[in-house]
């Protein structure tokens, strides 16, 4: 539960379940209602915590020991900015490709907005061309 918890610690939560791979933290942290932001995606997407699990189930297959590192925090009001850097091996398959074992190493920025110690909305940007390379993905 994040009643109570300070904006900081809930966005922490949103990272703790990527590094453990524990969906079952994205239902209290994530607000029904949530938005994300990410450069790499033309369009606003409305994921709501159904689609955070998706997301985070998908890269946790392709890189099972994904991990990410925190590397700055800055919270102010209802705002939590997170500089990360996410490393893991990609062993499995991701978008129709197999994995051989390339070393992954990305590096990001995610802002949360949180309301009710909850996320209600994310903005994200981060190399996904970088991750696509070191995957050997095709740019589609």
């Known amino acids: 539960m994040t009643k109570g918890l300070s904006s900081r610690q809930v966005s922490r939560r949103y990272f703790d379940a990527w590094n453990s791979g524990d969906i079952s933290l994205v239902d ?20 709501g915590p159904a689609g955070v699990k998706e997301r985070i189930r998908a890269y946790r297959a392709a890189m099972p020991d994904l991990h990410i590192s925190i590397e700055d925090v800055i919270a102010e009001n209802d705002r939590v900015v997170t500089r990360w850097v996410l490393r893991g091996g990609h062993s499995g398959r991701f978008e129709g490709v197999d994995g051989e074992g390339a070393s992954v190493e990305v590096s990001g920025t995610t802002i949360h907005r949180i309301r009710n110690s909850q996320i209600v909305e994310q903005w994200v940007n981060w190399d996904t061309d970088a991750l696509r390379r070191q995957m050997s993905l095709e740019r589609k």
């Not at 990410?38 to 997407?45: E, T, V």
């Open 28 to 47: 209290d942290v994530f607000a029904p209602d949530f938005l994300i932001h990410d450069a790499a995606s033309p369009m606003l997407l409305s994921m």
